[in-house]
C-alpha cells in the first residue's frame, strides 16, 4: 500500500528509499554509533522521518537536525538520544525493567542455570565488526534465550508482572491513554536478542523463524507501551518476535517477523476498522478497536542511538529511569526500590571509577557471581552467596570519604556521614539486604537488613577471613563468632523462611507443634532474634553451620541442631523451633512504683496503673501554664534535692544504660505547682562551666532517648498483654486523647532541638 494513499490516522511505513535516507542520516550525527541493523528495525515505525533531518551540508550529507538530537548526562554516563514521532504500536516492553526485577531469578544465585525456569539472561554491550574489521563495542544490547518459545515465554511473564504491578496505580492507565494520548515520550534502547537453538524447520529444511531479533527495549515507558499494545491488541513478544496472520487479516497460523511487512498490513486493518466505525460514542473507553487507539496512533518516543561509552550503556539507560522507580507516584515496592537504589550507587562507582566494570555487573545481580574477579577456584554455593554480600556490605558501609560522599549523593541523604540518621541507616540495609537475596532462589523482606546501629555511620570494617575459617573458628573466636551473627545470620535464616521482620501484627503468626498442638508465636525484631543467638553460642554456631551446608545442598530444608551445635538430620529446622530454642529477649522491668494520676478528663482523675504506659514524661523547661505538659509529681517533704541536675527522665528498665546525671532529682522549682504566667528555664549555676553546660545537655538528650526505647516497649507489652487476654481497646478515648496530646507537645518542642544544636555546632 502507497504511503500517500492511506486515509485513517494510523501511518504506514514510509517507503524504504527514504527509510534508508533517515538511517544514512543517524548514523552520520556526531555521537551516533548504534548497529545498522537496530536502526533499521525502527525505522519502519518512524513517522515523517524528513521531519527530523537538517539541510545536506557542502556534500550533499544529511544529519539529524539540532531540535531532533539531545545529549543526556547520567551519573553512570552520558548518552546520545534522538526525537522522532512513532507508530504507537511500536517498542517492546522490558523484562529487565527494575520495578518486575523481582519476579525473575537472578544470574547473581549461584545456583541459576541456563535452563533454570524463571531466569532472566545477563544483558551485554552489543558487539559488531568496526569500519576497521576489528570487533568493536556499539550503543547497543544484546541477550540470548534457549529458543523462541522461551523468548515468547519471557516476554509474556514480564507483561503479567507489570501488569500486577501497575494495579497499584490510583487510575487506570489503558482509560487514560484512550481519552487523552501519551503526554510523556517513552524512552528505547536496542537490544538484539539471540536464540541458542533454532530447532523449528520448514519442509525443505530451511528455518521457520530468524535466529536473532531486534527490539527496542522501553526503558522509560514499560507500562504505557504495554497498555497502548493492549488497545492495538497486540503484544510485545509479537512486535518483537513475529506478528500472527490472524491478526493482519490473513488466513494460516504462520507468523510475520519484518515490520516493514507486518506494519503496512496491520495499519491497512486499522484504518479499515476506523473507516466502518461511527465517531458518536460518547465514551471511547468501550468503542471499538481501531477508535479507541486514535489518540495513540502515534506518540513522541525517545532513540537512544549512541553513548562514548557502550560498555555502560545498560547502566546509563537505567540510571537515568532510576528516580521514576525509587519516588512517588509510581510507588514501586520495597524490594524493587531497595534494588534500584543500590544499583544506582554501583553504577556512580562505576562512572567515578572506583569500581570495575564487571565488579559491578555481579554486584548489580547482571552477571553470574562466578565472574567476580579474584575468587578462589570451587568455591561453594554458601561462600559464593557471601563473598557477594560481604562485597554489596562493604559498599554500602564504606570506610573511605569519597565513596561516603557518592552514597550520600546517590541516597539523596540529609547528613553528612557523621551524622547518619537511624532512617538513613536503615535505607542503606534495606538496600544492601535486597540486592544480596538476588543471590538466593527466594527473595524476603528488605527490612530484614536493618540490623545496624548508628554505630555503623563510619563504615563496616571486615576481618577479610574466608567463610568456612569463620565458622570453623565461631566456637571459640570471638569475632569470628560476632562477623557471622551481626552480617550473615539474618539473612540466611530469612531465606528458609525462619525468621522474617516484625510484621506489627500477630494475626496469622500461629504454628503447629510437633506435637499437632497450635502455638500462638511471639512477635519480636530481627535484632532480637541475633541477640537471642548470642546467648547460646554454641548452638547458634550449629544453626550457622546446618543453614551453609543446607545451601551446598542444593538449597534443601536445613536440619535441627542439638544444644552442643551438633546436626539432626531429618528434623526440619524452622521458625517454630528457632522460637522455642532462641527464646524472645524479654529484658528487665524496673520495680513497680505507685500508679501516677493523669489530668482530669471530665471532671474526674484518671488513674494510671504503673507499668502500662510510661507517663508522665518528663518536665518540659518553660512550658506554659495550661499547656497540659505534666512535670513530676513533687518530691517528699525534707528529700534532698539538686539545683545543679538536668530535667528527669522516665522511669526506664535497668538495663537501658542511662547515664547518672540524666536520672539525678530535680531542683524544687523545677517541680513545684506551675505559676498562672510562662515558666523560665532554670538558670545555670554561676560556677558552671562550658564543660559542665554540655555534658547536662548530653546527658538530658541520653535520657529523653532511653525513655522513648522503654516507652516503645511498654506499648509493645500492652499490645501482646491485650491480645492474649482478647481485649481489643485497652484504652479508653480520653485518656488516650491526653496521652497523644501529651506527645505531640513534647514532639514539637523536640523538632526544634536538633537546630538549636546545629547553631552551636562547629562547621564540617
Same mark, same amino acid.
Given at each position: 500500500?502507497?504511503?500517500d494513499?492511506?486515509?485513517?490516522p494510523?501511518?504506514?511505513?514510509v ?10 542520516a ?6 551516533v554509533?548504534l548497529?545498522r541493523?537496530?536502526l ?6 518512524v ?5 527530523t ?7 550533499g550529507m544529511r #544529519?539529524?537536525?539540532?531540535?531532533a538530537?539531545?545529549r543526556i ?11 522522532v514521532r512513532m ?6 516492553q522490558w523484562?529487565?525493567?527494575?520495578r518486575i526485577?523481582s ?6 544465585d ?9 531466569a ?8 559488531g565488526?568496526?569500519a576497521?574489521?576489528k ?19 519471557? %516476554? ?6 507489570l501488569?500486577?504491578?501497575g ?6 492507565l489503558e ?12 524512552? !528505547?534502547v ?6 541458542q ?6 519442509s ?6 530468524p535466529d ?11 507500562n504505557?507501551?504495554?497498555k497502548?499494545?493492549?488497545?492495538f491488541?497486540?503484544?510485545?513478544g509479537e512486535?518483537?518476535?513475529g506478528?500472527p ?22 495499519s %491497512? ?7 466502518q466505525?461511527e465517531?458518536?460514542e ?7 478497536? +481501531? ?8 506518540v513522541? +518516543?525517545?532513540?537512544? =542511538?549512541g553513548?562514548?561509552t557502550?560498555?555502560?550503556? !545498560?547502566?546509563i ?6 528516580r521514576?522507580?525509587?519516588h512517588?507516584p509510581?510507588?514501586f515496592?520495597?524490594l ?6 543500590g544499583?544506582s =550507587?554501583?553504577?556512580? !562507582? =562505576?562512572?567515578?571509577? &572506583?569500581?570495575?566494570?564487571k #565488579?559491578?555487573e555481579?554486584? %548489580?545481580?547482571l ?9 578462589a577456584?570451587?568455591m561453594?554455593?554458601?561462600e559464593l552467596?557471601d ?7 562493604q559498599?554500602f558501609?564504606?570506610?573511605d570519604?569519597r565513596?561516603q ?8 541523604e ?5 551524622q547518619?540518621?537511624a532512617?538513613?541507616?536503615n535505607q542503606? +540495609?534495606?538496600t544492601?539486604s535486597?540486592?544480596t537475596?538476588?543471590s $538466593? ?7 530484614v537488613?536493618?540490623?545496624?546501629s548508628?554505630k555503623?555511620r ?7 577471613r574466608?567463610l568456612?575459617?569463620l565458622?570453623?573458628?565461631a566456637?571459640t573466636?570471638?569475632t569470628? $563468632?560476632?562477623?557471622?551473627?551481626? !552480617?550473615?545470620?539474618a539473612?540466611w ?7 522474617e521482620p516484625?510484621?506489627?501484627s ?16 511471639s512477635?519480636r #525484631?530481627?535484632m532480637?532474634c &541475633?541477640q ?7 548452638m547458634?554456631?550449629?544453626?550457622l ?5 543446607a545451601m ?11 544444644g552442643?551445635g551438633?546436626e539432626?538430620?531429618? *528434623?526440619?529446622m524452622?521458625s517454630?523451633?528457632?522460637d ?5 529477649e524479654?529484658g ?5 512504683a505507685?500508679?501516677?494520676v493523669l489530668?482530669k478528663?471530665?471532671?474526674?482523675s484518671?488513674p494510671?496503673p ?18 497540659g505538659? %505534666? ?9 534532698a =534535692?539538686s #539545683?545543679?541536675?538536668a ?8 538495663s537501658?544504660n542511662v547515664p547518672?546525671?540524666a536520672?539525678?532529682?530535680?531542683s524544687a ?5 506551675p505559676?498562672?504566667?510562662?515558666r ?5 549555676a ?9 555534658t547536662?545537655v548530653?546527658d538530658g538528650i541520653q535520657? &529523653? ?6 516507652i ?12 492474649a487476654?482478647?481485649v ?5 478515648r480520653d485518656?488516650?486523647d491526653t ?10 518542642r ?5 537546630? *538549636?544544636v546545629e547553631?552551636l555546632?562547629?562547621?564540617?
Amino acid at each position: 500500500m502507497s504511503e500517500d494513499s492511506v486515509e485513517g490516522p494510523f501511518p504506514v511505513p514510509v517507503s524504504l528509499e527514504r527509510q534508508e535516507a533517515w538511517i544514512q542520516a543517524v548514523l552520520a550525527t556526531e555521537g551516533v554509533n548504534l548497529p545498522r541493523g537496530a536502526l533499521e528495525n525502527i525505522a519502519p515505525f518512524v513517522v515523517d522521518p524528513e521531519d527530523t533531518l537538517g539541510e545536506p551540508d557542502e556534500q550533499g550529507m544529511r #544529519t539529524l537536525k539540532g531540535g531532533a538530537v539531545r545529549r543526556i548526562r547520567t551519573d553512570a554516563g552520558d548518552m546520545v538520544v534522538a526525537v522522532v514521532r512513532m507508530h504507537g504500536v511500536g517498542g517492546v516492553q522490558w523484562g529487565h525493567n527494575e520495578r518486575i526485577s523481582s519476579i525473575w531469578r537472578s544470574v547473581a544465585d549461584p545456583t541459576v542455570g541456563p535452563e533454570t525456569e524463571g531466569a532472566l539472561g545477563s544483558v551485554r554491550p552489543w558487539t559488531g565488526a568496526g569500519a576497521d574489521g576489528k570487533e568493536t563495542l556499539y550503543a547497543a544490547l544484546e541477550s540470548s534465550v534457549t529458543d523462541r518459545q522461551a523468548l515468547m515465554m519471557n %516476554a509474556e511473564d514480564a507483561a503479567d508482572g507489570l501488569e500486577k504491578k501497575g494495579r497499584q496505580r490510583t487510575y487506570d492507565l489503558e482509560a487514560d491513554l484512550v481519552l487523552n494520548g501519551q503526554q510523556d515520550p517513552g524512552m !528505547y534502547v536496542p537490544q538484539q536478542v539471540r536464540l541458542q537453538h533454532n530447532p523449528e524447520k520448514d519442509s525443505d529444511g530451511n528455518p521457520l523463524y530468524p535466529d536473532a531479533y531486534w527490539g527496542w527495549m522501553a526503558v522509560r515507558g514499560n507500562n504505557r507501551t504495554q497498555k497502548r499494545q493492549s488497545i492495538f491488541r497486540l503484544t510485545s513478544g509479537e512486535v518483537l518476535a513475529g506478528v500472527p496472520l490472524e491478526k493482519l487479516g490473513r488466513e494460516g497460523d504462520g507468523v510475520v517477523c519484518d515490520p516493514r511487512v507486518w506494519l503496512p498490513e496491520f495499519s %491497512a486493518v486499522l484504518n479499515e476498522e476506523y473507516a466502518q466505525t461511527e465517531d458518536d460514542e460518547l465514551d471511547p473507553t468501550i468503542s471499538p478497536r +481501531a477508535r479507541r487507539a486514535h489518540a495513540v496512533a502515534v506518540v513522541d +518516543a525517545h532513540l537512544v =542511538v549512541g553513548t562514548p561509552t557502550p560498555q555502560r550503556l !545498560y547502566r546509563i539507560v537505567q540510571m537515568n529511569n532510576r528516580r521514576d522507580h525509587v519516588h512517588p507516584p509510581l510507588e514501586f515496592e520495597a524490594l524493587d526500590r531497595s534494588r534500584a537504589l543500590g544499583r544506582s =550507587v554501583l553504577g556512580m !562507582y =562505576v562512572a567515578q571509577r &572506583l569500581m570495575d566494570e564487571k #565488579t559491578a555487573e555481579v554486584l %548489580a545481580g547482571l552477571a553470574p557471581i562466578r565472574e567476580l574477579p579474584g575468587l578462589a577456584a570451587h568455591m561453594a554455593v554458601s561462600e559464593l552467596r557471601d563473598v557477594r554480600s560481604m562485597r554489596l556490605l562493604q559498599e554500602f558501609f564504606p570506610v573511605d570519604s569519597r565513596r561516603q560522599l557518592l552514597l550520600r549523593r546517590s541516597l539523596s541523604e540529609l547528613h553528612p556521614p557523621s551524622q547518619l540518621s537511624a532512617g538513613e541507616i536503615n535505607q542503606r +540495609a534495606r538496600t544492601w539486604s535486597a540486592l544480596t537475596s538476588e543471590s $538466593f532462589p527466594k527473595d524476603w523482606n528488605p527490612r530484614v537488613g536493618e540490623v545496624f546501629s548508628t554505630k555503623v555511620r563510619g563504615g563496616v570494617a571486615l576481618s577479610g577471613r574466608r567463610l568456612p575459617e569463620l565458622l570453623a573458628a565461631a566456637d571459640t573466636d570471638d569475632t569470628a $563468632f560476632e562477623e557471622l551473627v551481626a !552480617y550473615r545470620a539474618a539473612h540466611w535464616l530469612a531465606s528458609f523462611g525462619i525468621i522474617e521482620p516484625d510484621r506489627g501484627s500477630l494475626d496469622g503468626q500461629e504454628a503447629i507443634g510437633d506435637g499437632g498442638e497450635r502455638i500462638r508465636r511471639s512477635r519480636r #525484631t530481627v535484632m532480637n532474634c &541475633l541477640q537471642a543467638l548470642r546467648k547460646r553460642r554454641l548452638m547458634a554456631v550449629g544453626v550457622l553451620k546446618a543453614l551453609a551446608a543446607a545451601m551446598d545442598d542444593g538449597d534443601r530444608e536445613p536440619w535441627r541442631v542439638s544444644g552442643s551445635g551438633k546436626e539432626l538430620p531429618g *528434623r526440619k529446622m524452622d521458625s517454630l523451633w528457632f522460637d522455642l530454642e532462641f527464646p524472645k529477649e524479654l529484658g528487665t522491668r524496673p520495680r513497680k512504683a505507685a500508679a501516677p494520676v493523669l489530668p482530669k478528663q471530665s471532671g474526674r482523675s484518671v488513674p494510671m496503673p504503673s507499668g502500662t504506659l510510661p507517663f508522665p514524661a518528663p518536665p518540659v523547661v518553660g512550658a506554659p501554664s495550661g499547656s497540659g505538659v %505534666a512535670g513530676p509529681a513533687a518530691p517528699p517533704s525534707g528529700a534532698a =534535692v539538686s #539545683t545543679t541536675a538536668a530535667p528527669a527522665a522516665p522511669t526506664v528498665k535497668p538495663s537501658v544504660n542511662v547515664p547518672a546525671a540524666a536520672a539525678t532529682t530535680v531542683s524544687a522549682s523545677a517541680v513545684s505547682a506551675p505559676s498562672p504566667g510562662p515558666r523560665t528555664p532554670a538558670p545555670a549555676a554561676p560556677e558552671d562551666s562550658l564543660d559542665t553546660l554540655l555534658t547536662r545537655v548530653e546527658d538530658g538528650i541520653q535520657g &529523653l532517648h532511653a525513655g522513648s526505647v522503654e516507652i516503645a516497649a511498654l506499648l509493645d507489652e500492652l499490645a501482646e498483654k491485650s491480645d492474649a487476654e482478647s481485649v481489643e481497646h485497652p484504652l479508653a478515648r480520653d485518656r488516650a486523647d491526653t496521652v497523644v496530646r501529651l506527645l505531640n507537645q513534647t514532639l514539637s518542642r523536640l523538632r526544634k532541638l536538633p537546630e *538549636r544544636v546545629e547553631d552551636l555546632t562547629e562547621p564540617e
